[in-house]
């Protein structure tokens, strides 16, 4: 079982709020991962990171920011957050033998 | 770019029987790792299966199996003896491995729905 935290579990939010939503792991994994999936539909990749200091956007254009100052937090935050923003947000952490390991996801609702 | 495609947007299949997956990807890296995720209904995406590009054998887990096809970019899932526990989304994903980073890409789903 993967030791991979994400908080808040659940949050609603006004529109043009500053939301960050926090993504822990005690796996010492390098490689952190954030995704945002609506519900029963496929994945996207909105940012990924390969170690402290370093992060990359996904395919998916997004308007939020990562931060890797320390290997086990990747936090995402959402400076001003829209109805648009509304989804599921899932971090991902992957070890050296490259699997990739899920937490729970953060279910964001801007209303 | 990499994409990663799954034609099958929902499938089902009877108790104990066996069913097979589909995904195929474009790629023209030749150092990358395939998986095979399943989410359950509101619940945590978890690791089915993974395959190392670079082996040729196929990899197995228990009931689960893929049937990996490097020069045809193609990565099926078969899962033998369904259980209603195997009811959920599938995802394939498709991870890049180089000194720039691991991005890692997933397809759109499978719907599986095992019946009784």
């Known amino acids: 079982e993967a030791d991979i935290y994400q908080t808040p579990r659940y949050l609603v939010i006004g529109t043009g709020k500053k939301i960050t939503l926090e993504c822990s792991q005690t796996?010492?994994?390098?490689?952190m991962y954030w995704y945002q999936q609506d519900p029963g539909m496929e994945l996207h990749l909105i940012h990924y990171s390969y170690g402290v200091n370093s992060t990359e956007k996904g395919d998916l254009s997004s308007e939020s920011t990562v931060s890797r100052i320390r290997t086990e937090h990747f936090p995402l935050t959402l400076e001003s957050a829209r109805p648009s923003h509304t989804s599921q947000y899932l971090c991902?952490?992957?070890?050296?033998?490259?699997?990739?390991?899920f937490g729970e996801g953060s279910w964001l609702t801007v209303v | 770019a990499q994409t990663v495609t799954q034609s099958q947007p929902e499938m089902s299949v009877q108790e104990a029987e066996t069913v097979t997956l589909s995904c195929t990807y474009d790629t023209s890296e030749s150092n990358y790792y395939l998986f095979w995720y399943k989410q359950p209904p509101s619940r945590q995406m978890i690791l089915v299966i993974r395959?190392?590009?670079?082996?040729?054998q196929n990899a197995t887990e228990n009931r689960f199996s893929v049937n990996f096809q490097k020069a045809a970019k193609s990565f099926s899932l078969k899962i033998s003896d369904s259980q209603l526990g195997d009811t959920a989304m599938y995802f394939c994903a498709f991870m890049k491995v180089n000194t720039g980073g691991f991005k890692t890409i997933f397809g759109a789903g499978t719907r599986l729905f095992v019946k009784a």
């Open positions: 796996m010492g994994h390098d490689k």
């Open positions: 991902a952490s992957a070890s050296t033998g490259n699997t990739i390991y």
């Open positions: 395959q190392e590009a670079y082996k040729q």
